[in-house]
Structure formats: structure tokens, C-alpha cells
């Protein structure tokens, strides 16, 4: 060895270093496992089979599952739109721009008896506002205005 390298902490002597070709890390992960990206990826690439207008196609995965999507948005699931929208909003935001769609969306709740929750409010007032004025209302007493026959104590 040479005398300009001291063995110590941290310091292997060099016939104990890292063999090239031999792994640090023996029981780390194996080859050819993969991560999760990549089986991800691999499910998404996949070929399925779906049925469409009574004939059948073979198509990536991904593409059968923006198919599905869009048919339980059609058929009116309120989740399925909105998830529909953000991916269109994500990945073909110039779709929604080609696309004729209102800039705002009202929703309007219907109570069980036909009114709307605006007709309901207005008819029904939980309180009188006039009454809810703290400068309005009289002041409480203190402790000072009220006599108490034993005030001996006190004293």
C-alpha cells in the first residue's frame, strides 16, 4: 500500500473496495422488476377488445377507457361528466374551445314541492331582522343593579 492513504473509518483498505461487476447492494432490487411507472405504462399500452355499435375492435387500453367514460357521462352520471371535462380540460383543452359551451353554468335546486330554494327563503325568513340589532336592544343589567339581601359579606 502506499503511504499516502490512511485505512480508517470510512477508509477501506483498497483490496476491500467495490469489485467491478459485483453489486453494493446484493439484495436490492432484482433485475427486470419494474416500478410503478412503467407497469402503468405497459397496462396502458395494452390492446382490449371492445364491443361498439354490435362490432367488435381491438384498441389500447387507454382509448376503451375514455370510450367508457364518456358513455357513463352520457348516460348521466353526474361524476363521470365532471371527471369527462377534467380530462378533456387537461389533456384537449382545445376541444372545449372548439366546442359551443356556455361560459357560465347554472344550477338551480328544485325543493321536493316544486319551489326553488330562492322561493322557499324569501317566503320563510328564520328571523326578523330588526331584533337582531345588538345597538338596538336594551342593555342587560349588571351585577352592580342587582341587590342581594345578604350583601354583608361584601363589605
Do not use: C
Not at 427486470?32 to 412503467?38: E, I
Not at 377534467?86 to 359551443?100: G, I, S, V
Amino acid at each position: 500500500m502506499s503511504k499516502d492513504y490512511e485505512v480508517g473509518y470510512a477508509k477501506p483498505p483498497r483490496h476491500a473496495r467495490f469489485k467491478k461487476g459485483r453489486s453494493g447492494n446484493r439484495k436490492g432490487r432484482p433485475k427486470g422488476s419494474k416500478n410503478m411507472r412503467t407497469i402503468v405504462k405497459d397496462i396502458l399500452d395494452r390492446n382490449v377488445t371492445i364491443t361498439e355499435s354490435g362490432r367488435k375492435r381491438n384498441v389500447r387500453f387507454l382509448e376503451a377507457f375514455v370510450h367508457q367514460l364518456a358513455a357513463k357521462a352520457l348516460n348521466g352520471s353526474t361524476r363521470d361528466q365532471i371527471a369527462l371535462l377534467k380530462t378533456m380540460h387537461d389533456f384537449a383543452p382545445d376541444l372545449l374551445k372548439e366546442a359551443d359551451l356556455p361560459e357560465l353554468i347554472t344550477v338551480r335546486y328544485v325543493l321536493p314541492d316544486g319551489k326553488s330554494v330562492e322561493d322557499y327563503e324569501e317566503s320563510h325568513s328564520p328571523f326578523d331582522t330588526s331584533d337582531n340589532n345588538p345597538q338596538a336592544s336594551t342593555p342587560r343589567t349588571t351585577s352592580d343593579d342587582i341587590k342581594d339581601e345578604d350583601d354583608s359579606w361584601l363589605n
